[in-house]
């Protein structure tokens, strides 16, 4: 069984920074490629970053790029997201998920997922 658990979250005013982290209970951390994903109020699931088992390869949304940055330590079987220069419109649950094999944008394919830490961000 895997169980992920993120930390981190919590309130932060426009242009201040976060960072999110993503423990995983599970020995072979190192073969799985993660994700973020985030949930805002009556919005649907989106997604946020993912890396590659090998750490090699990154993705993120447009709307994050180069104010987020993902990465991982297999080390500690733990996974990160920077947060910087965050708005408004970052407020909500993010979700760290977990599956086999490359990484994908699309929610579906994660096999397994945390509980969601709350980011709020203030105007």
């Known amino acids: 069984q895997v169980e992920l658990i993120e930390s981190g979250g919590g309130l932060v005013q426009a242009g201040g920074s976060l960072s999110l982290s993503c423990a995983i209970s599970n020995r072979f951390f190192s073969s799985y490629s993660m994700a973020w994903f985030r949930q805002a109020p009556g919005k649907e699931r989106e997604f946020v970053a993912a890396m590659h088992s090998s750490g090699r390869s990154a993705r993120y949304a447009d709307s994050v790029k180069g104010r987020f940055t993902i990465s991982r330590d297999n080390g500690k079987n733990t996974m990160y997201l920077q947060m910087n220069s965050l708005i408004p419109e970052d407020t909500a649950v993010y979700y760290c998920?977990?599956?086999?094999?490359?990484?994908?944008?699309?929610?579906?394919?994660?096999?397994?997922w945390g509980q969601g830490t709350q980011v709020t961000v203030s105007s």
């Open positions: 998920a977990a599956k086999a094999f490359g990484t994908t944008s699309d929610s579906d394919e994660y096999t397994n």
